[in-house]
């Protein structure tokens, strides 16, 4: 079946640090890719995704490139913010009645 | 447009009690997804309705199920509660063009409680 692995955290950094969630999966097919973001208390929302290889996704300056070669969509931006402090989870969808299925999450705290 | 409602916020029930919680989904989405969060834990998929019919199930045993309405809406019943059910409850729902592509809309969650 589908699986999606992600680093585990906490991922502490200092505000303007470059930031990496590493995310690498394994599906049939052609899978979509997305990056959701969850802030304290709240639901999560859908950051950014990329539905086939070589494609970029990009929003709020995080982005991620989606590399079938490597089953691997690696989050990055290069200048985090208090703000970004969240859970971020990879997820896939290969589509069909086929659930989403998502990583574990990776809690990134931001200290000024 | 308004985004995914859930319904309660905050539920606080006894081991053997049954939960019920609802989800309304973005106008026009028919897929509605429910998801379990449990502290610390990432997210467990429970059940995903599309039309009307169920699609998948996880690995939850039958004490937890739903149904989804005519109009989309959805509802996860939680029979005879145990005190690890106690998690926060997340919906979502989609829309159906090019269905694999198709991002999932989060509501904020029902929090529920066992005691």
């Known amino acids: 079946g589908n699986s999606v692995t992600q680093m585990e955290g906490p991922v502490t950094l200092s505000e303007e640090a470059f930031l990496t969630i590493n995310c690498t999966y394994t599906?049939?097919?052609?899978?979509?890719l997305f990056w959701y973001v969850q802030y304290p208390g709240e639901g999560l929302q859908l950051l950014l995704k990329a539905t086939k290889a070589d494609d970029k996704g990009s929003n709020k300056g995080f982005e991620a490139t989606y590399r079938k070669e490597t089953t691997s969509f690696h989050l990055e931006k290069g200048s985090v913010q208090v703000s970004d402090s969240a859970v971020y989870f990879c997820a896939l969808n290969s589509g069909g009645y086929q659930k989403v299925t998502f990583g574990i999450g990776t809690k990134l705290q931001v200290i000024p | 447009e308004a985004g995914v409602t859930q319904s309660p916020t905050h539920l606080i029930k006894t081991r053997g009690q049954q939960a019920t919680l609802r989800c309304s989904p973005i106008s026009g989405h028919t897929s509605v997804y429910w998801y379990q969060q449990a502290l610390g834990l990432g997210l467990q998929f429970l059940l995903w309705y599309d039309e009307g019919e169920e699609r998948n199930r996880g690995n939850f045993p039958p004490r937890f199920s739903g149904r989804q309405f005519p109009n989309y809406s959805s509802e996860l019943n939680v029979n005879a509660l145990e005190l690890e059910d106690s998690a926060l409850y997340l919906c979502a729902s989609s829309g159906a063009e090019g269905r694999g592509n198709s991002p999932l809309h989060f509501g904020n969650g029902t929090r529920l409680t066992v005691t």
């Open positions: 599906a049939t097919g052609y899978p979509s």
